[in-house]
């Protein structure tokens, strides 16, 4: 599948609409911290549902059909994991005793934590895949451990290989293997 490229006014669009929802929904309607009803709670899910629908018909109007789907079918899912989330926030509420009143507040404000250091953590990360050539040496090893640990490969005969080779090429590095790789990986892997 091909990444869509959207034009600039699409993301400036899009932006202006969340950051507006945010506006709307922690300046305006909870400005003040209340214990919602069932009523205002129900209103409110329509209401946020319908703008995600309508943004759908924009998507659908604009790039297509195929568009549409990918954005309606994440939608859906993300609509269905935050809904389990829902009682994570539940237990975590009851177990703090934040008072009903207070807990839209506690959840905007925990969300938007997480949503600004999740985007500090992916930036931060592609900053030091892209510079640095030892991270893609923790990523190798990573990945090589994993695959021991699914016994996809054998260890002892990687090692063997490692050590006639004398060296191992990572990024535009080579680094030389002087210990015995054989026994250190037997004594980490094996059961004793």
């Known amino acids: 599948m091909q990444p869509a490229e959207y034009p600039l006014w699409v993301w400036i669009l899009f932006f202006s609409i969340v950051l507006a929802a945010l506006f709307v929904d922690i300046g305006i309607v909870n400005r003040k911290s209340h214990e919602p009803s069932r009523k205002e709670t129900f209103t409110w899910?329509?209401?946020?549902?319908?703008?995600?629908?309508?943004?759908n018909g924009f998507v659908f109007y604009q790039f297509g059909v195929s568009q549409a789907k990918l954005f309606l079918t994440g939608y859906i899912i993300e609509l269905s994991l935050s809904v389990d989330n829902l009682f994570v926030f539940l237990l975590i509420f009851t177990f703090f005793k934040v008072p009903k009143k207070?807990?839209?507040?506690?959840?905007?404000?925990?969300?938007?934590?997480?949503?600004?250091?999740?985007?500090?953590?992916?930036?931060?990360?592609?900053?030091?895949?892209?510079?640095?050539?030892?991270?893609?040496?923790?990523?190798?090893?990573?990945?090589?451990?994993?695959?021991?640990?699914?016994?996809?490969?054998?260890?002892?005969?990687?090692?063997?290989?490692?050590?006639?080779?004398?060296?191992?090429?990572?990024?535009?590095?080579?680094?030389?293997?002087?210990i015995d790789l054989e026994s250190l990986v037997w004594l980490h892997f094996t059961p004793h």
Do not use: K
């Open 102 to 178: 207070y807990q839209h507040r506690v959840l905007f404000w925990g969300i938007m934590g997480a949503l600004f250091m999740r985007m500090a953590m992916i930036f931060a990360g592609a900053e030091l895949v892209e510079g640095d050539d030892t991270i893609a040496l923790v990523g190798e090893t990573g990945m090589r451990l994993a695959q021991v640990i699914a016994g996809q490969t054998r260890p002892a005969v990687q090692a063997e290989n490692r050590l006639a080779a004398g060296s191992e090429a990572v990024g535009n590095h080579a680094i030389a293997i002087d």
């Open 45 to 55: 899910s329509v209401v946020w549902v319908s703008l995600a629908l309508a943004f």
